[in-house]
């Protein structure tokens, strides 16, 4: 029940008391015959006198008068009964037309309201023509509303609404409707008709209540199967002060008419499915004291400023809508808001600390949006109860003025980035019976209770942050706790389980995922294990126990996780006999058998993976409860129980996964129609794949047989109700084709075909499917080409692509790769979410795809596939021609592996543009030209391969090309340059550029050119003194002759001195000599001018032909001859210093 629904139910007395109120009460003697209908009326009602408070009361032995529940006055100067309140007086019957109720004329108000009459509204009602007051609300009463009511047109209020959330039987208006109802009640201000089934279109109820109630001030018509639009008409209202159509279905926008009823004060528009914009100056009429426009989940709208010592706003609510924008710092001008409610919506932006402000403020719920910030200390909200602004991204840290907050009993403050400590005043509020402070960042030790003893605290949850040190051992002390959930923080130390025993109303104890240590020793004694509270959900996952805890007499618990723990042994008895547990996970232990057989009526979850569980697959007795069933990663090895079915008649999760399970698949799995997962994978099964799986099994979203011994082929029949997403029959010995009744499987997001004997072509036959993600093909007999006609283009979600080690062939088809969209970068908004199947979207059971892929020249499993996570593998196939520019596109790609094909021509430039990828390898194929500069941008890229090729040209350097070794490039005859020994200076090859040169343009390598003149001006300061003294020319020339004539024989070269110069220089090579410098004499005649006669010159020549280095004489400094210049040939080298 709604707060504001039971606070309705409440005050209904109440009300009714008020309006009675209008009759001035008298005292005085009651007229004998009215007294007489009165007790005949009490006579004739069927009432329990154990909860009636009125009725019980009457006797004849006092004055009617003095009654409770009857009301008198002065009518004509006499004494009658103008009053009757029979208000939840449990009655159950009774009430029909002969009643002597309908005899009292004088009657003015009425009201029977939250009985059980059980019958329809009596038609002599009618006949109380003084009635100004008519409550029948809640009363039993259902049917048609008789058309005697329109004819008490007396009436000042009317009350037949029905609170239809208790199951009471209700009302409706056909004939007459809700216009015949209305027409003669002019003079009604009080209309309340919720739980009427009315049935009326917006026009249609709207127009017969402003054409007919002129007077009127509250409207109360919530749940009346009423529709939209609101029309115009009730604008005529303008005395309206109370607005309730809650629960309706308008589907239109709230009109902005409402703004300009002065006198409003409550407008209440609960789940009436409104859309568009909510007008924002509604919210700022004066006089308006409660606006609730929550559960409209399409209603936009901002909360306006308002304006300085707007007092009258009382109560604000807007949860589940779809407000938005920043919240006002003028909302610290509402200076009565008591309640304000704005959880689920879009709002942004931090809170604003006008809302210090709030003195009056005792209920605030900004939860699930999406505001940032630290949060005010909200100190002069000293009347606030509730307090809850989780699931935002405030930061910061937790207020310690909180701790002044005496009346405060409800803090959630979950799933945000609060990151400081928490602090201790927060724990000493004696009022507080709720702290939930799970799923952020806090650190430092969890506070001490000081009141440990006198706290009402029944629930902690301080879970998912980083608090650390030992567990405060007050926290233990806190006899109130219900619940207490810290796992998954860094407490330390030691707990004994038998400090639990102090809080007996705990229901809910989880200490899992700390670097704490569990101790259960102490409780080992079963006549101690009645101590204990009566646990509903028991974690002590990772918690270091070493044995289980002795729990005997466990009535209630219907969860118990010990999973991630060093328990071995068998599973206890007392475990397997308690009857209402419903979650069970012991995995990750060492656990070898159960002591008893498995008979757990309720257990719908079992989870023993990671255990070291032998022999036959136990059975579980009592299994009509269980959708969950994980023996995986144990040992057991023998084959699966014929009728397996048997025990898992409404399953939808089965794993016997990397056990030593032999045989054949029982066809009998098949009877398991509910299974949406199956994984039967690593084990040693043989046979063929039960072709019932595919037929039968229509739920089945999973279905994982990888790693077996399976043979024979794939059944083809996948019916046009294929439901599977994830079909993995990988390293199997399974052969034939690919079954065109897989073209069914609409939703396959998985296809793991990998490492068999398929021989078949591409499967085209998926072509029209638009979820498929990752595509394996991998170590089969597959031929052909990869192109499919025709294709519509719908692999837009394709991530990973493994055709490799197949006989597939020809160009690849560019067309193709460019539909792959998941392989290119978005909007840079891609949730880093998991390839995975959830058959319990409410739960954190799911089950994980995997797959093997190769990166960087390894093989790797990938346990979970991140939905952004891209590969393409082509490797060791027969393609040929270029690789298509189009791969470019696919810039999300992290690997790429092309190796050993025949693809030819060049590396594509737009290779460039793949800005993520990681791995590339293009290895042995037959590609050529040079490497691109543009890889170099590629900052990710941390393997590459592109070795067995006929590339050449300068390897390029920089980022991460410097990283990559020689192993990365051999085989590429023409490739010169780092990390190769081979220098691009020796090789005729031109070194790569990343731009073209223009004709007569010379590209000048600095990187040698500034070393070259460094050491050139070393050596001129070195050989000046030399070149201008002849006694030391003469010098220099000796002992580089000697220095010559002993390295260069050890070479193979003879070595002649300048002195032996004459004798063996050929005539040829002296014409050959003369002759160049003949043809430089015109040019040599300023230099020789300039220099004065005297130029100097130091030249060896080394004749390649005959072996020998010849030092001629005239390359020395010479004061009257010319200058020679310096020549070069195909068999000489000269060097002129």
Same mark, same amino acid.
């Given at each position: 029940?709604?707060?504001?629904?039971?606070?309705?139910?409440?005050?209904?007395?109440?009300?009714?008391?008020?309006?009675?109120?209008?009759?001035?009460?008298?005292?005085?003697?009651?007229?004998?015959?009215?007294?007489?209908?009165?007790?005949?009326?009490?006579?004739?009602?069927?009432?329990?006198?154990?909860?009636?408070?009125?009725?019980?009361?009457?006797?004849?032995?006092?004055?009617?008068?003095?009654?409770?529940?009857?009301?008198?006055?002065?009518?004509?100067?006499?004494?009658?009964?103008?009053?009757?309140?029979?208000?939840?007086?449990?009655?159950?019957?009774?009430?029909?037309?002969?009643?002597?109720?309908?005899?009292?004329?004088?009657?003015?108000?009425?009201?029977?309201?939250?009985?059980?009459?059980?019958?329809?509204?009596?038609?002599?009602?009618?006949?109380?023509?003084?009635?100004?007051?008519?409550?029948?609300?809640?009363?039993?009463?259902?049917?048609?509303?008789?058309?005697?009511?329109?004819?008490?047109?007396?009436?000042?209020?009317?009350?037949?609404?029905?609170?239809?959330?208790?199951?009471?039987?209700?009302?409706?208006?056909?004939?007459?409707?809700?216009?015949?109802?209305?027409?003669?009640?002019?003079?009604?201000?009080?209309?309340?008709?919720?739980?009427?089934?009315?049935?009326?279109?917006?026009?249609?109820?709207?127009?017969?209540?402003?054409?007919?109630?002129?007077?009127?001030?509250?409207?109360?018509?919530?749940?009346?199967?009423?529709?939209?639009?609101?029309?115009?008409?009730?604008?005529?209202?303008?005395?309206?002060?109370?607005?309730?159509?809650?629960?309706?279905?308008?589907?239109?926008?709230?009109?902005?008419?409402?703004?300009?009823?002065?006198?409003?004060?409550?407008?209440?528009?609960?789940?009436?499915?409104?859309?568009?914009?909510?007008?924002?100056?509604?919210?700022?009429?004066?006089?308006?004291?409660?606006?609730?426009?929550?559960?409209?989940?399409?209603?936009?709208?901002?909360?306006?400023?308002?304006?300085?010592?707007?007092?009258?706003?009382?109560?604000?609510?807007?949860?589940?809508?779809?407000?938005?924008?920043?919240?006002?710092?003028?909302?610290?001008?509402?200076?009565?808001?008591?309640?304000?409610?704005?959880?689920?919506?879009?709002?942004?932006?931090?809170?604003?600390?006008?809302?210090?402000?709030?003195?009056?403020?005792?209920?605030?719920?900004?939860?699930?949006?999406?505001?940032?910030?630290?949060?005010?200390?909200?100190?002069?909200?000293?009347?606030?109860?509730?307090?809850?602004?989780?699931?935002?991204?405030?930061?910061?840290?937790?207020?310690?003025?909180?701790?002044?907050?005496?009346?405060?009993?409800?803090?959630?403050?979950?799933?945000?980035?609060?990151?400081?400590?928490?602090?201790?005043?927060?724990?000493?509020?004696?009022?507080?019976?709720?702290?939930?402070?799970?799923?952020?960042?806090?650190?430092?030790?969890?506070?001490?209770?000081?009141?440990?003893?006198? &706290?009402? =605290?029944?629930?902690? %949850? #301080? +879970?998912? @942050?980083?608090?650390? $040190?030992?567990? /405060?051992?007050? *926290?233990? !002390?806190?006899?109130?706790?219900?619940?207490?959930?810290?796992?998954?923080?860094?407490?330390?130390?030691?707990?004994?389980?038998?400090?639990?025993?102090?809080?007996?109303?705990?229901?809910?104890?989880?200490?899992?995922?700390?670097?704490?240590?569990?101790?259960?020793?102490?409780?080992?004694?079963?006549?101690?294990?009645?101590?204990?509270?009566?646990?509903?959900?028991?974690?002590?996952?990772?918690?270091?126990?070493?044995?289980?805890?002795?729990?005997?007499?466990? &009535?209630? =618990?219907?969860?118990? %996780? #010990? +999973?991630? @723990?060093?328990?071995? $042994?068998?599973? /206890?008895?007392? *475990?397997? !006999?308690?009857?209402?547990?419903?979650?069970?996970?012991?995995?990750?232990?060492?656990?070898?058998?159960?002591?008893?057989?498995?008979?757990?009526?309720?257990?719908?979850?079992?989870?023993?993976?990671?255990?070291?569980?032998?022999?036959?697959?136990?059975?579980?007795?009592?299994?009509?409860?269980?959708?969950?069933?994980?023996?995986?990663?144990?040992?057991?090895?023998?084959?699966?129980?014929?009728?397996?079915?048997?025990?898992?008649?409404?399953?939808?999760?089965? &794993?016997?996964?990397?056990?030593?399970?032999?045989?054949?698949?029982?066809?009998?799995?098949?009877?398991?129609?509910?299974?949406?997962?199956?994984?039967?994978?690593?084990?040693?099964?043989?046979?063929?794949?039960?072709?019932?799986?595919?037929?039968?099994?229509?739920?089945?979203?999973?279905?994982?047989?990888?790693?077996?011994?399976?043979?024979?082929?794939?059944?083809?029949?996948?019916?046009?109700?294929?439901?599977?997403?994830?079909?993995?029959?990988?390293?199997?010995?399974?052969?034939?084709?690919?079954?065109?009744?897989?073209?069914?499987?609409?939703?396959?997001?998985?296809?793991?075909?990998?490492?068999?004997?398929?021989?078949?072509?591409?499967?085209?036959?998926?072509?029209?499917?638009?979820?498929?993600?990752?595509?394996?093909?991998?170590?089969?007999?597959?031929?052909?080409?990869?192109?499919?006609?025709?294709?519509?283009?719908?692999?837009?979600?394709?991530?990973?692509?493994?055709?490799?080690?197949?006989?597939?062939?020809?160009?690849?088809?560019?067309?193709?790769?460019?539909?792959?969209?998941?392989?290119?970068?978005?909007?840079?908004?891609?949730?880093?979410?998991?390839?995975?199947?959830?058959?319990?979207?409410?739960?954190?059971?799911?089950?994980?795809?995997?797959?093997?892929?190769?990166?960087?020249?390894?093989?790797?499993?990938?346990?979970?596939?991140?939905?952004?996570?891209?590969?393409?593998?082509?490797?060791?196939?027969?393609?040929?021609?270029?690789?298509?520019?189009?791969?470019?596109?696919?810039?999300?790609?992290?690997?790429?592996?092309?190796?050993?094909?025949?693809?030819?021509?060049?590396?594509?430039?737009?290779?460039?543009?793949?800005?993520?990828?990681?791995?590339?390898?293009?290895?042995?194929?037959?590609?050529?030209?040079?490497?691109?500069?543009?890889?170099?941008?590629?900052?990710?890229?941390?393997?590459?391969?592109?070795?067995?090729?006929?590339?050449?040209?300068?390897?390029?350097?920089?980022?991460?090309?410097?990283?990559?070794?020689?192993?990365?490039?051999?085989?590429?005859?023409?490739?010169?340059?780092?990390?190769?020994?081979?220098?691009?200076?020796?090789?005729?090859?031109?070194?790569?550029?990343?731009?073209?040169?223009?004709?007569?343009?010379?590209?000048?390598?600095?990187?040698?050119?500034?070393?070259?003149?460094?050491?050139?001006?070393?050596?001129?300061?070195?050989?000046?003194?030399?070149?201008?003294?002849?006694?030391?020319?003469?010098?220099?020339?000796?002992?580089?002759?000697?220095?010559?004539?002993?390295?260069?024989?050890?070479?193979?070269?003879?070595?002649?001195?300048?002195?032996?110069?004459?004798?063996?220089?050929?005539?040829?090579?002296?014409?050959?000599?003369?002759?160049?410098?003949?043809?430089?004499?015109?040019?040599?005649?300023?230099?020789?001018?300039?220099?004065?006669?005297?130029?100097?010159?130091?030249?060896?020549?080394?004749?390649?032909?005959?072996?020998?280095?010849?030092?001629?004489?005239?390359?020395?400094?010479?004061?009257?001859?010319?200058?020679?210049?310096?020549?070069?040939?195909?068999?000489?080298?000269?060097?002129?210093?």
């Amino acid at each position: 029940m709604k707060p504001q629904q039971l606070a309705w139910v409440l005050l209904m007395p109440l009300i009714s008391i008020l309006v009675a109120s209008h009759v001035t009460p008298v005292s005085g003697q009651c007229p004998g015959d009215q007294q007489s209908l009165l007790l005949q009326l009490k006579q004739s009602l069927n009432f329990s006198r154990s909860f009636s408070g009125n009725l019980a009361g009457w006797n004849s032995s006092i004055d009617c008068c003095n009654w409770l529940g009857i009301t008198c006055d002065l009518v004509g100067g006499l004494v009658r009964v103008v009053g009757l309140n029979l208000s939840n007086e449990s009655i159950t019957g009774g009430l029909d037309n002969s009643i002597a109720l309908f005899s009292l004329q004088h009657l003015q108000v009425l009201d029977l309201s939250f009985n059980s009459f059980s019958t329809t509204i009596p038609t002599a009602v009618s006949n109380l023509t003084n009635l100004r007051h008519l409550n029948l609300s809640s009363a039993g009463f259902y049917g048609q509303i008789p058309s005697a009511v329109s004819q008490m047109s007396s009436l000042v209020s009317l009350d037949l609404s029905t609170l239809s959330f208790l199951g009471l039987p209700s009302l409706k208006l056909e004939n007459p409707n809700l216009a015949g109802l209305v027409q003669n009640l002019k003079q009604l201000t009080d209309l309340r008709l919720d739980g009427v089934n009315i049935s009326t279109h917006g026009t249609e109820w709207c127009r017969a209540i402003a054409s007919s109630l002129p007077n009127l001030k509250v409207l109360s018509m919530s749940n009346c199967l009423l529709s939209g639009p609101i029309d115009f008409s009730l604008s005529d209202l303008q005395s309206l002060s109370v607005v309730r159509l809650d629960n309706n279905n308008f589907s239109h926008p709230f009109p902005d008419f409402f703004a300009d009823f002065r006198n409003l004060t409550i407008l209440r528009l609960t789940s009436c499915g409104l859309v568009g914009k909510f007008p924002a100056k509604i919210l700022q009429i004066p006089s308006l004291e409660i606006l609730d426009l929550s559960n409209n989940k399409l209603l936009e709208g901002e909360i306006p400023d308002f304006l300085q010592n707007h007092y009258s706003m009382q109560t604000l609510l807007l949860t589940d809508t779809n407000f938005s924008g920043k919240l006002p710092s003028s909302l610290g001008n509402l200076g009565n808001l008591s309640r304000i409610e704005l959880s689920r919506c879009n709002f942004s932006g931090t809170i604003p600390r006008s809302l210090e402000n709030l003195a009056q403020l005792n209920y605030l719920d900004f939860s699930s949006n999406n505001l940032i910030g630290p949060i005010p200390s909200l100190g002069l909200s000293k009347s606030l109860v509730h307090l809850d602004l989780s699931y935002n991204q405030l930061a910061g840290d937790i207020p310690a003025q909180w701790g002044s907050f005496q009346k405060l009993e409800y803090v959630d403050l979950r799933h945000n980035s609060f990151n400081g400590s928490i602090p201790p005043s927060l724990f000493s509020i004696p009022t507080l019976q709720k702290i939930q402070l799970s799923f952020n960042q806090l650190k430092g030790p969890a506070p001490e209770f000081s009141n440990a003893s006198s &706290s009402i =605290l029944d629930t902690l %949850d #301080l +879970s998912s @942050n980083h608090l650390e $040190g030992p567990i /405060p051992r007050s *926290i233990f !002390e806190v006899q109130t706790l219900k619940v207490l959930v810290l796992s998954s923080n860094r407490f330390n130390g030691t707990v004994q389980l038998n400090w639990i025993q102090a809080l007996q109303n705990l229901t809910t104890l989880d200490l899992s995922y700390n670097n704490l240590t569990v101790d259960a020793s102490g409780n080992n004694n079963s006549t101690l294990s009645s101590i204990y509270p009566q646990f509903g959900i028991l974690n002590l996952a990772s918690s270091n126990l070493s044995q289980f805890p002795e729990l005997g007499n466990q &009535s209630r =618990l219907t969860r118990l %996780d #010990l +999973s991630g @723990n060093n328990i071995n $042994g068998v599973v /206890p008895r007392w *475990i397997l !006999e308690t009857t209402t547990i419903y979650h069970l996970n012991l995995s990750h232990n060492n656990l070898v058998d159960f002591q008893v057989p498995i008979s757990l009526p309720n257990l719908g979850v079992l989870d023993m993976h990671h255990n070291k569980l032998e022999g036959e697959i136990p059975i579980i007795q009592s299994s009509f409860s269980m959708i969950y069933v994980d023996y995986s990663n144990n040992f057991f090895n023998f084959s699966i129980p014929v009728d397996i079915s048997n025990y898992l008649p409404y399953a939808l999760f089965f &794993s016997l996964s990397n056990n030593r399970l032999s045989g054949a698949i029982p066809a009998s799995i098949c009877n398991a129609s509910y299974l949406q997962v199956l994984d039967l994978s690593n084990n040693t099964l043989t046979g063929t794949i039960p072709s019932c799986l595919m037929e039968n099994i229509g739920t089945l979203a999973v279905l994982n047989l990888r790693g077996n011994k399976l043979h024979g082929s794939i059944p083809d029949t996948f019916q046009a109700s294929c439901s599977l997403q994830t079909l993995d029959l990988s390293l199997n010995q399974l052969n034939g084709r690919v079954p065109k009744s897989l073209s069914n499987c609409t939703a396959l997001e998985v296809l793991d075909l990998g490492n068999n004997m398929i021989d078949d072509v591409f499967p085209c036959l998926l072509k029209n499917n638009s979820s498929l993600r990752v595509l394996i093909l991998r170590n089969n007999l597959f031929y052909g080409s990869t192109g499919c006609p025709h294709l519509p283009g719908t692999w837009q979600k394709l991530q990973i692509v493994d055709l490799a080690f197949n006989k597939f062939s020809g160009p690849l088809n560019g067309h193709c790769l460019a539909t792959w969209q998941a392989m290119m970068v978005g909007d840079g908004n891609e949730t880093q979410n998991h390839l995975k199947f959830e058959p319990f979207k409410l739960t954190q059971l799911y089950y994980q795809d995997s797959i093997t892929v190769t990166s960087k020249g390894l093989e790797m499993e990938l346990v979970k596939v991140l939905t952004v996570f891209t590969s393409v593998d082509f490797s060791s196939n027969n393609f040929d021609g270029p690789i298509p520019a189009a791969v470019g596109q696919l810039n999300a790609l992290y690997i790429l592996n092309f190796s050993h094909n025949g693809f030819t021509g060049q590396i594509p430039a737009v290779f460039g543009n793949i800005s993520q990828l990681e791995s590339l390898d293009l290895s042995d194929n037959k590609l050529s030209g040079e490497i691109p500069q543009e890889l170099t941008e590629l900052t990710f890229l941390s393997f590459v391969n592109l070795s067995n090729n006929n590339l050449l040209g300068k390897i390029p350097t920089g980022r991460q090309f410097l990283t990559f070794d020689n192993t990365s490039y051999q085989g590429n005859p023409g490739l010169c340059g780092s990390p190769l020994m081979k220098s691009c200076s020796d090789s005729n090859t031109p070194p790569p550029s990343g731009r073209k040169q223009g004709p007569g343009q010379q590209s000048l390598d600095w990187e040698f050119i500034i070393p070259g003149i460094g050491f050139g001006a070393a050596a001129a300061t070195v050989m000046a003194p030399l070149i201008f003294s002849k006694k030391a020319t003469r010098w220099c020339d000796d002992h580089i002759d000697r220095i010559l004539m002993v390295l260069l024989p050890l070479c193979g070269f003879r070595y002649y001195t300048s002195n032996d110069w004459r004798r063996v220089q050929p005539e040829d090579m002296t014409e050959e000599y003369n002759t160049d410098l003949d043809d430089d004499d015109e040019e040599e005649e300023e230099s020789y001018d300039e220099f004065g006669g005297r130029y100097c010159v130091y030249c060896t020549k080394l004749d390649m032909t005959r072996k020998m280095a010849i030092h001629d004489p005239k390359c020395s400094c010479h004061h009257l001859s010319r200058p020679v210049s310096t020549f070069s040939s195909p068999f000489s080298s000269t060097t002129t210093l």
